[in-house]
């Protein structure tokens, strides 16, 4: 009985620590803060949690950002980045893949490169909100 017990509070003790260490651990992304020609993700998901909790504490829901593709380079912005709610992310239609989630678009209007392609962009970040609610959300 007294091992058992022993087993018990070290599973506890182990838990514990374990849980407090990933509750400390950051992304990729949360840690790409870009530099003076890259705009970092952290501040693209960022902007993408914002239209997430307005939409939460709105509609009283507890959907999350997906966080941005960590394969995604853009130019840093110069001016404040725009935010909206997409139903789908074109770069994905394009290839026939299905959404079933709702996706937020950042973008931005002028970035730090001469590139004429790249003076802006658009992002589509993914969420955690289903296209079709169910009648029981999160």
Same mark, same amino acid.
């Given at each position: ?9 070290l599973f506890f ?24 020609l890259i705009h970092?993700?952290?501040y693209i998901n ?37 935010? $909206?709610?997409?139903?789908?992310? %074109?770069?994905? *239609?394009? !290839? @026939? +893949? ?11 209007? $002028?970035?730090?490169?001469?590139? %004429?392609?790249? *003076?802006? !962009? @658009? +992002? ?15």
């Amino acid at each position: 009985m007294k091992t058992s017990i022993n087993t018990m509070i070290l599973f506890f003790f182990f838990s514990l620590i374990t849980n407090y260490a990933h509750s400390h651990v950051l992304t990729d992304v949360q840690k790409h803060y870009g530099n003076e020609l890259i705009h970092g993700l952290k501040y693209i998901n960022d902007k993408a949690i914002e239209v997430v909790e307005a939409y939460n504490k709105e509609h009283n829901t507890h959907w999350r950002s997906s966080e941005p593709d960590l394969r995604i380079i853009v130019a840093r912005c110069l001016v404040p980045i725009k935010a $909206k709610w997409a139903e789908y992310d %074109p770069h994905k *239609k394009l !290839w @026939n +893949i299905p959404s079933e989630y709702w996706h937020v678009s950042i973008s931005c209007d $002028k970035t730090v490169s001469d590139i %004429p392609e790249r *003076k802006t !962009w @658009n +992002i589509y970040v993914p969420t955690t909100r289903p296209l079709k609610p169910s009648r029981v959300e999160e």
